[in-house]
């Protein structure tokens, strides 16, 4: 069995940014634990155990009301893990399923009854084997109503990804904003290219996040900002916020999730642009009926 690996730090700081009242972690995950949940054969990586009760901890130490979990790659399409965290969230988490596209409707509204409001198309391939888009597509079309697309990759395939995003009939969220090149300032080809996808379609949101993984300069993480500000700017009401955390396959320099909360102020200076990033939008996406309710 390969060495199982720790991604998160251990003794992540109190940010000094408090964020406001239900803000939203719209991107964390679960790992196990592996007693329980068993890691998928085809995992790339195989992680230590970061739990629920670990999860939870860390959303109040930081200051968050609700967890979004994304299904991570490591669990496949057994969404076990991700279920059993939102049952323990006593209503405060909700979450991203991966699942095979020839999944029945019955076991797509177990997931509903779980909890999911979401389904996610990875297609980084250090990551997953095999990413059908005609499968996917027409997983999309029978998904349960409310529910929303959330696609992965990195910049070099955007253009490829096109006339897949574009024929997709429900809402989409972008992870990590397609893993653009920081470095390469707001106005490079990379998020031009992104922008342009934004503009396409109204109902395309997208996750201002992973500046440890975009951002090689590390802490502080100006290029980061600087790239991503403007964007926070522009579409106010499609963006989201999360730490990512436990970290996915990071093990070189752990991240302080801490210093990530620190960043959002950096990102969305005003107290309106961080209530949409923190609070409407994510509630808008995966607690509409109580977002509804407080406009």
Same mark, same amino acid.
């Given at each position: 069995?390969?060495?199982? $690996?720790?991604?998160? @730090? ?11 009242? !239900? ?30 009760? &670990? ?13 979004? $979990?994304?299904?991570?790659?490591? @669990? !496949? ?12 969230? !006593? ?23 779980? !909890? ?30 409310? =529910? ?8 070099? $395939? ?17 992870? @990590? &904003? ?12 990379? &998020? ?40 926070v700017a522009d579409y106010p009401t499609r963006v989201l916020w999360g730490t990512d955390w436990p970290h996915p396959n990071q093990q070189d320099v752990l991240p302080d999730d801490g210093s990530l909360v620190d960043i959002i102020p950096r990102i969305a200076p005003t107290e309106q642009a ?8 994510? &509630?808008?996406?995966? =607690? ?8």
């Amino acid at each position: 069995m390969p060495e199982r $690996i720790v991604s998160w @730090h251990a003794d992540p700081s109190t940010p000094r940014y408090t964020p406001p009242p !239900g803000a939203v972690d719209a991107h964390c995950h679960v790992f196990g634990p592996m007693a329980r949940f068993p890691f998928s054969a085809k995992a790339k990586y195989l992680p230590k155990d970061a739990g629920p009760e &670990m999860l939870f901890a860390l959303r109040d130490k930081l200051g968050f009301a609700r967890n979004v $979990i994304v299904q991570a790659s490591c @669990h !496949g399409t057994d969404n076990a893990a991700t279920l059993d965290a939102i049952a323990r969230s !006593g209503g405060r988490a909700r979450g991203v399923a991966v699942v095979d596209p020839a999944i029945s409707e019955n076991d797509l509204a177990r997931l509903h009854e779980g !909890g999911m409001r979401g389904v996610r198309f990875n297609f980084l391939k250090r990551l997953v084997d095999d990413a059908p888009k005609d499968r996917f597509l027409a997983l999309s079309r029978r998904l349960p109503e409310g =529910w929303h697309v959330v696609i992965y990759f990195e910049a070099d $395939i955007l253009e490829e990804l096109r006339p897949f995003v574009d024929a997709i009939p429900v809402p989409i969220v972008i992870d @990590h &904003m397609g893993r653009p090149d920081v470095t390469q300032g707001p106005g490079g080809a990379d &998020m031009r290219a992104f922008r342009a996808l934004l503009g396409s379609r109204e109902d395309i949101w997208t996750k201002v996040t992973c500046p440890d993984r975009l951002d090689p300069a590390g802490p502080p993480y100006d290029a980061f900002v600087e790239a991503v500000r403007p964007l926070v700017a522009d579409y106010p009401t499609r963006v989201l916020w999360g730490t990512d955390w436990p970290h996915p396959n990071q093990q070189d320099v752990l991240p302080d999730d801490g210093s990530l909360v620190d960043i959002i102020p950096r990102i969305a200076p005003t107290e309106q642009a961080q209530k949409l990033l923190l609070v409407d939008n994510p &509630m808008a996406l995966y =607690w509409p009926e109580i977002g509804a309710a407080r406009q």
